[in-house]
């Protein structure tokens, strides 16, 4: 095992800390950040976040967490962005929110694999959610069979997300200031990475 639990618990939280301080720069308005693990709460705070505990368990049952706050809350749009993107930039986000304003009712951004790393949608409940195997087709596939506008976003920066060692030693080897990459770095992480990608 290269990493410890420890470490990836910070690795996580790191993670999520980067893809915060991108959406506290872009156009975005408000965050919510929704988790099964309130220990995730306190650090996070000082982003002004609206801190979700999650009530069931699953991706797309989170996600109807935070759909169904923003409903309440007359939220008129909402964009999902998972934890582990943390090579997302501001611009990407503003260029999400952008084609939105240019009329698309859905913006997609696909994963490496098939999945979904950024969805928008205006209103928040015009499409359900379908994250997990070939998330980006299924999501694609029902917005254009109920004629919703859907607008796609592709980004190098976006489709790369954490999910095995292989993506942490991508992120180590682009060209990036994250506070990630300098974690992976202080913790000697990418020593161990390096070793085992040989």
Request: aromatic residues 6%; negative net charge; contains cysteine.
């Amino acid at each position: 095992m290269i990493m410890s639990r420890d470490e990836r618990s910070k690795l996580t939280l790191t993670m999520l800390i980067d893809v915060l301080n991108v959406l506290r720069r872009s156009v975005i308005d408000d965050i919510i950040v929704v988790s099964s693990d309130s220990e995730v709460q306190n650090p996070i705070m000082e982003y002004s976040v609206n801190f979700l505990k999650e009530s069931s368990i699953g991706l797309n049952e989170a996600v109807k967490q935070a759909s169904d706050w923003c409903i309440t809350h007359k939220v008129e749009c909402l964009l999902y962005i998972p934890a582990d993107v943390p090579l997302i930039t501001e611009d990407d986000i503003n260029c999400i929110v952008e084609l939105c304003e240019r009329g698309n009712q859905v913006v997609i951004s696909p994963s490496r694999s098939g999945g979904t790393n950024a969805l928008l949608r205006k209103p928040v409940n015009v499409i359900p959610t379908f994250f997990g195997s070939e998330s980006f087709r299924k999501h694609l596939d029902f917005a254009l069979r109920k004629r919703v506008k859907v607008g796609i976003y592709e980004s190098p920066r976006i489709t790369l997300d954490v999910d095995s060692i292989k993506d942490v030693y991508m992120i180590s080897r682009l060209e990036n200031s994250s506070t990630t990459k300098r974690y992976l770095e202080e913790a000697r992480i990418l020593d161990r990475v390096t070793l085992s990608s040989e």
